[in-house]
Structure formats: C-alpha cells, structure tokens
C-alpha cells in the first residue's frame, strides 16, 4: 500500500510517521511531505505530484491551525483549511483515493447548553455553527470533500496533545517550571484528543472500511484549569492554578464553552473503547519524560 502523509511535520503528522516506524512493513510505502516539499495551495503541483506517486490513501494532516491569527489572516486560513482541501478532494476523486482528513471541534457553536443536551458529546450529524473562523474554514473544508464524491474518512477531534509541536500539555510543562501561578480558564469544558490514540484508532477505522464523518477524542470530561491542574500534579510540579473565566483571558477567536465530541460512533465501528482524558495524559506525561 502506498500512502501520501500531508502535514508530516506536525503533531500529528509526526505521530503518524511514529506509527508508520513502528508498524513498519514490506508492503508499505509512506511519503511523508512538509509544506515546504508541497504546498497545499498550488494546485497543479499538487496533482502532479499524486499523479507520480499514485497512493492508495492521502492522509492529511496539514492545515492552518493558528486559531487567533485566524481571525487577522481570513484569506489565508480559508485558503489552506478549505480551497486546497477541495482541490485535494478532487485530485483524490479523480485518481481513485482514498482520503483521511482531519477537522476539529469548532465546527460546533459549543454553547454552555450543549453540555446538558449532549452529556457524552456532539454527534457526528449535530448540525455545524462554527465558533470562530479556524472553525469555519475546517467546516468549509469538511463541505468540500463531502461535494467531490471522493471516498474518504473525516476524522473531527479536540485539544490535540502528543509528544511533538505545540499543545496545551507541553505549554503547561514548560509554564509550570518558570512561573509560580498561572491563569486558566475554568469554563470551556472538552476532552483532549492524544496524538497517539488519534492515530491508532484512525487506522482501527480505516482497516474497517469506515467512510464518512467520526469523532475521536478521549473519554470524559474536563476544563482547560482543571486539566492544567491535572498535569501538574501527575508531574509532581508546585504551581498554584488560579481558575478563571474567559472573560478574564481575551482572545482574539472566539473559544467554545462546551467542545466535547461523542466517540461512540468511532467505537462501535472498531469495537475498542477509548481511555479516559486522566489514563491518556499519564501515559503521555511518561512518553514525555522518556523521549
Ligand atoms: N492542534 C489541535 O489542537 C487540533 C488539531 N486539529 C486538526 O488536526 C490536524 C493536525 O493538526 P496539528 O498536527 O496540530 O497541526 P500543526 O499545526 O502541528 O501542523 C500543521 C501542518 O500543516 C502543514 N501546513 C501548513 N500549511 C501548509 C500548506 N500550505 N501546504 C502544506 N502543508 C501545510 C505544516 O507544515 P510546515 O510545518 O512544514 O509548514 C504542518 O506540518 C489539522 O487538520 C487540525 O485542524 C483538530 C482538533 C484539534
Ligand atoms: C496557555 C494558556 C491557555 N489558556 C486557555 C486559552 C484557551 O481557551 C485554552 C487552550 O489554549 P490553546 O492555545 O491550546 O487553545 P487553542 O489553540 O484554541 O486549541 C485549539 O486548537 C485548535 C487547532 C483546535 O482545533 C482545537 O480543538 C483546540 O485544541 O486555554 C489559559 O486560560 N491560560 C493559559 O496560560
């Protein structure tokens, strides 16, 4: 099987190249591109370059996921999250292959209600309301793929976390040793996604013949304080979390209140059931130390 890996140089590309190391087979070919091999927004180089390789899947992780620049640089944002995903879409649908996407939470307009209508999460189906304009231009992107016919997966997850790029864990980690108290907000409520499980369950759902639109994310439920907390206790790291609301933290993009995903759908598919947000951050808390 040959596969094309976009976005190799991000969180999740890298796990995926992780995964690929460490799943290695005869019969797997894996080319992995940065944004500076292929970029996404030059169309024809795009198809050429899939025209040359003739992957059996597309697996991309590429996008632009500077959620408050988002909202200064609209063109740009737009212009990698959805007009080259839709020109992706197409490539794939003419060469016959096979597409993996990933989409994000904010699709969703995560109001604080929400938390009571869906206690285990959005559905797959919930109608969209982006909540801010990295939500719209993945939304637009998600449209795009659904109009060209290709066959593909739409994989939306939350709070990516993993052992290389930025998240909230490693700003967490490395805040946590400089400061003496920090300032979290206490009522955006969601779940962080791991890097690791995202992709192994990716693949649980690929190796089912799963199409069309799933959740991942871990189990439960928290707030960015409350996780913040969570990281600092597991890592044995003294500093005094001081809970607050988002009103006192401004941002330039709007922040959902409520982002949890439902994943029941996903295990049903692969028949496994995900860990919850806790086991998931100590395993990647040890990953971290180890690596
Ligand atoms: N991070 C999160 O919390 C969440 C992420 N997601 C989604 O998961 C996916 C992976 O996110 P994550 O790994 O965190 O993203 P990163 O920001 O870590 O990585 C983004 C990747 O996209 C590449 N890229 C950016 N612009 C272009 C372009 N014009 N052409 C080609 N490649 C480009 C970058 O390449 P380079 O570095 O070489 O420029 C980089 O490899 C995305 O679809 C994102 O929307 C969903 C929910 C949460
Ligand atoms: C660093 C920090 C963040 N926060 C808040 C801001 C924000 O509401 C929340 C998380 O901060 P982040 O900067 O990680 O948030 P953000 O970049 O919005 O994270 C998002 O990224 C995109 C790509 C997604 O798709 C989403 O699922 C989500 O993971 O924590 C604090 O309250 N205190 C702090 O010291």
């Given at each position: 099987m040959k596969i094309i890996l976009l976005g190799a140089s991000g969180q999740l590309g890298r796990e995926w190249?992780?995964?690929?190391?460490l799943h290695t087979d005869d019969s797997l070919i894996v080319f992995p591109y940065t944004s500076g091999q292929l970029d996404?927004?030059?169309y024809e180089e795009v198809a050429r370059e899939v025209s040359a390789r003739q992957p059996n899947v597309i697996i991309n992780c590429a996008a632009y996921t500077l959620v408050d620049q988002a909202e200064l640089k609209k063109d740009k944002a737009m212009a990698i999250n959805a007009r080259a995903v839709e020109n992706l879409a197409k490539v794939c649908k003419s060469n016959d292959i096979h597409l993996i996407h990933y989409s994000t939470d904010y699709v969703f307009p995560g109001k604080e209600?929400?938390?009571?209508?869906?206690?285990r999460g959005y559905?797959?189906?919930?109608?969209?309301?982006?909540?801010?304009?990295?939500?719209?231009?993945?939304?637009?992107?998600?449209?795009?793929?659904?109009?060209?016919?290709c066959r593909h997966l739409i994989i939306r997850t939350t709070w990516l976390c993993g052992l290389y790029g930025n998240n909230f864990v490693k700003t967490m980690l490395k805040y946590g040793r400089e400061k003496e108290e920090l300032k979290v907000v206490n009522?955006?409520?969601?779940?962080?996604?791991?890097?690791?499980?995202?992709?192994?369950?990716?693949?649980?759902?690929?190796t089912a013949d799963a199409k069309g639109t799933y959740h991942l994310t871990s189990k439960g439920l928290t707030n960015w304080a409350e996780f913040a907390e969570a990281i600092f206790d597991y890592s044995n790291i003294d500093v005094n979390v001081n809970a607050i609301p988002s009103?006192?933290?401004?941002?330039?993009?709007?922040?959902p209140k409520y982002s949890k995903l439902d994943t029941s759908k996903a295990e049903k598919v692969e028949g496994v059931e995900i860990?919850?947000?806790?086991?998931g951050l100590k395993r990647l808390l040890k990953q971290l130390e180890n690596h």
């Open positions: 190249q992780r995964y690929f190391n996404l927004t030059h209600e929400d938390r009571k209508r869906y206690p559905p797959e189906d919930h109608q969209a309301e982006p909540v801010n304009w990295y939500g719209q231009t993945k939304w637009e992107g998600e449209e795009a793929i659904r109009a060209s016919g009522d955006q409520w969601g779940s962080p996604g791991y890097a690791d499980e995202i992709v192994a369950n990716s693949m649980n759902l690929y009103e006192e933290y401004p941002t330039e993009a709007k922040r860990t919850d947000w806790r086991e």
